[in-house]
């Protein structure tokens, strides 16, 4: 799902999309000329294995995200501490977005119920 910069105003245009077992729904607000904000509820089950034992386990998300899609190069203000991911070709693409919120959640350890306690 791709959403091209120029429609995206100071006013929310929210989004919604679904991979898997997960949904990804939110808005998207213009900061700058540049700069939009994405902010979305990652939200659904996904499967992993217990990085102890071995145990499949079924993870619930609710995942708050915020992210700054940069319309070309961002090289402004290297204080701000949300993530910023640049797109070139002047369309905000929510489902890599998506894909990379899941992936850094899914990059964290889990363990079982069982290997929590030890
Ligand atoms: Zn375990």
Do not use: H, W
């Not at 429609?7 to 245009?13: E, G, W």
């Not at 929210?14 to 077992?21: A, E, I, Y």
């Not at 501490?81 to 889990?110: H, K, P, R, T, W």
Request: hydrophobic residues 40%; proline residues 2%; contains cysteine.
């Amino acid at each position: 799902m791709k959403i091209a910069f120029a429609k995206i105003s100071s006013s929310a245009y929210p989004f919604k999309l679904n991979f898997d077992n997960i949904s990804f729904e939110g808005e998207l607000k213009r900061l700058e000329s540049r700069l939009v904000c994405v902010e979305g509820l990652l939200k659904g089950f996904a499967y992993k294995l217990c990085d102890s034992c071995g145990q499949e386990l079924e993870l619930e998300l609710n995942e708050k995200t915020q992210i700054l899609a940069s319309d070309g190069i961002y090289k402004d203000n290297p204080k701000e501490l949300a993530d910023v991911i640049e797109f070139f070709d002047g369309q905000i693409d929510l489902m890599e977005i998506a894909l990379n919120e899941f992936e850094s959640y899914m990059s964290d350890y889990f363990y079982c119920e069982k290997c929590k306690l030890i």
